[in-house]
DNA sequence: TACATTAGCAAACAAATGTTCGGTTGAGAT
DNA sequence: ATCTCAACCGAACATTTGTTTGCTAATGTA
């Protein structure tokens, strides 16, 4: 009889299973929430108040966020899925042009933040050279960079030289001169002065994409 | 007076940039679309239909897609932004059960791909060990990988060794025989028998979290 | 001056969509 | 047999929200 109970409850939680693997394939596909009727169609429920209870389950179990009232406004809880915060990656650095301006935007990337940020604190830089291969960062990778000077000995930061962005280790010699060290042997240490030369974040992040 | 003509222009396309922006930012915080009154309320507009009127510019610009008639259904166009396919992050393995299991989904992390995929056809693993360096993959790192068992010589590949999932390059001998390479002087190669082994797939994209 | 264009407003409309209510069914418990 | 409960249906309801229409003001043009 327990394999009675449990078998009842496996098929509710089956079918909430079926719900949220929709949604989450569903936002996947289309970069919006479904209506409950989609949700119904998709899983074989014709009510319409049969998905809304089973939403509201899924709910108090804390797999989705749901606005109500709102349409549309479904949202899988960040404990289950990453939240995919659209950074802006600066492309070539135009000449005059503030670094963050529209202008050097090229377009927007998405990441998997664990925790709720402001969008506007990071920017995304297309690491170009293998100056950095000895910290794993391949040419062509793209670098998620936390907008701060607040950096500390052996970060690795983004720097502006010459209008061009540039991906190194931050370091301090013994005299506390700063010092940019790329990380691959053939390249030489370049001397970092802050008041000519500017530290536009730190690296947090990375993308790879090979295919 | 082409200045003025400039002048006019500017002016709404900087309205209508405006709009883009609090679209991308919306999207980002929310993970669904802002309707068009949160739109006007967040750019400053008073009116629905002079907000509908820039939406309808910036789609014919190509900048984003709306589903005619859904709600809150505006989509930033792939090419402005990327889009984020949630890809299921593999666990433990639990022994019995299979690989892609639901029980074995410890969540879903975004990947920014460039083309529409299906997301059945990827899944994400995070690399335990530093096997791979030399190839620049470190421990932590989530790895994104492409359901495929077509795997050529020299390709990045996951395989299931002994109920664990692990990620090397795939290589074969001078006499055909296939075996599994790790990128790091320190381990030696691992002989490959494709009868009582597994590949579940190609790498083909890499996350990187540091902070 | 008269006309065209653009950005904006307000109001009304219609469609999509979340929410609620009552009823039905089947399994398990009393 | 009777009761309870969970899952489901169908229909009605209430909002949200996209769309349309007509108007005004400002600007540049013929």
Redesign the interface.
């Known amino acids: 009889m327990s394999q009675q109970v449990q078998k009842s409850r496996t098929k509710a939680s089956e079918t909430q299973?079926a719900i949220f693997?929709f949604i989450?394939?569903y936002?996947?596909?289309?970069?919006?929430?479904p209506?409950i009727r989609e949700i119904g169609r998709g899983v074989g429920i014709a009510s319409t108040s049969t998905v809304h209870h089973h939403l509201k389950k899924l709910e108090e179990e804390g797999l989705l966020e749901m606005r109500s009232g709102?349409?549309?406004?479904?949202?899988?809880t960040s404990?289950?899925?990453?939240?995919?915060?659209?950074v802006p990656l600066i492309g070539r650095v135009a000449a005059g042009k503030p670094v963050f301006a529209?202008e050097n935007i090229e377009?927007?990337?998405?990441?998997?933040f664990?925790r709720?940020t402001t969008?506007?604190d990071y920017f995304a830089l297309r690491v170009q050279g293998d100056s950095m291969?000895d910290a794993?960062?391949?040419d062509g990778d793209i670098v998620i960079v936390?907008k701060t000077t607040i950096v500390q000995d052996g970060d690795i930061v983004v720097a502006l030289l010459d209008d061009e962005a540039t991906v190194k280790t931050l370091k301090y010699d013994t005299s506390g001169r700063a010092y940019l060290h790329p990380e691959n042997s053939l390249y030489e240490d370049i001397p970092f002065d802050r008041e000519s030369s500017q530290i536009l974040g730190a690296?947090?992040?990375?993308?790879?994409?090979?295919?």
Chains 1, 2 share one sequence.
């Open positions: 299973a693997r989450v394939r936002i996947s596909e289309h970069a919006f929430s209506s709102k349409r549309r406004a479904i949202r899988v404990h289950h899925t990453s939240v995919p915060v659209q529209s377009k927007y990337v998405a990441f998997p664990n709720t969008p506007g291969i794993a960062i391949l936390e690296v947090c992040g990375l993308i790879r994409k090979s295919f």
